[in-house]
């Protein structure tokens, strides 16, 4: 019958995708921009909730597969020989038992149609339920945690002699571009850009102490920008406090923009962990929220100390954090940590679309590939 033809090989990544979710499209993105220079000509498939959402990158072919269907999950785990579990933190079950269920399951499922499994920058815990997390990271053929707390989780979980390797969110790779769409505008005038969200548990910002701190700031001569990460979380309270304290609201619609207007700003106070990674990146001063173990640990790795936790402080610890952010700022000790963050995350990327032993490019074996 002669020689069979070969699959093409083809990568799948699976993460918090289509959501709207500004910094999650950036992991996205970043993660293939990266495909695409160590793998042109390849085929990646994205498990999105939105398929109108996947970015387009040159050099590679993106296939948006539904994260709810079972039909499109098992057909791209059929067709692929990587899989990539990229960024977030999705390993944890603070804010909902099935999404841990659902990520450890997507891992174990790879595995058991044959692809090699990469655990990629991913912030792992609170975790109640370990023993779940504990049975995806036995399948995983390599391992990356974005910070210091998640890798000792990482850690404790894994079998011993297991390897998890410290990396850093892929957003700090991010390719940014100096082009912007005309309709994106940046303020004139000196201003303060502000990251706002409720918490794992719903509860909000106590907004009149807020407003009363950054009517303050305006009072020292800066406008605030109320930056909307994910309209479905953070727009109606961006619109809420620019209504309070006579600032205005911006929508980007990717890291691109973000970035630009962020490397304008005077300060970045906020809770989205990549709204603060790319007010480091920018140079600007940010002042972090911690609503969430993440952002500390994350903002603890590039150097950076927290002095606000919880979502209800009051306007003079706001006013204090601000203080304190500015009076300790190296431009210069952010700047390398950021540049040694990229590297981090690049080289980790790179490591996570390796191949399975016995694949090449151009070619897929998998051990049931042809039943």
Known sequence: MGKKKARPVCITIGGYYGYGNVGDEAVLYSILSSVAKKLPGIRVYVLTRDPCTIPAVEGIQVVAKSRRSPFSVIS??????????????????????????????????????????????????????????????SCADFVSLRDRDSLLLAKRLMVKGASPVLSADPV????????????????????????????????????????????TLRERGMSPVFVSMQDSFDLSLAREMAKKTGGRVVQPRDANELFALLCKAELAIGMRLHFLICAAMAGTVPVPVVYDPKVEGCMRDIGLSCSLFGVSPTAEEILQAVDEAKSSYSAKAVKNACRTARKKAIFDMECAVSFPEGAEEGEGKKFFADT
């Open 76 to 137: 791209a785990f059929l067709l692929s020989q990587v899989y990539i579990s990229g960024g977030g933190s999705l390993f944890q079950d603070r804010t909902s038992k099935k999404s841990l269920a659902y990520y450890c399951a997507l891992v174990r499922l790879a595995k058991i149609f044959g692809c090699r499994v990469s655990i990629l920058s991913n912030g792992m815990g609170p975790l109640k339920n370990e023993s779940l997390c504990k049975r995806a990271l």
């Open 172 to 215: 700090f790779a991010y390719p940014f571009r100096d082009e912007l769409p005309r309709s994106f505008t940046i303020p004139a005038e000196p201003f303060f850009a502000v990251s706002l969200r409720p918490d794992a548990k719903g509860e909000r910002l106590n907004v009149d102490a807020a407003a009363k701190a950054f009517i």
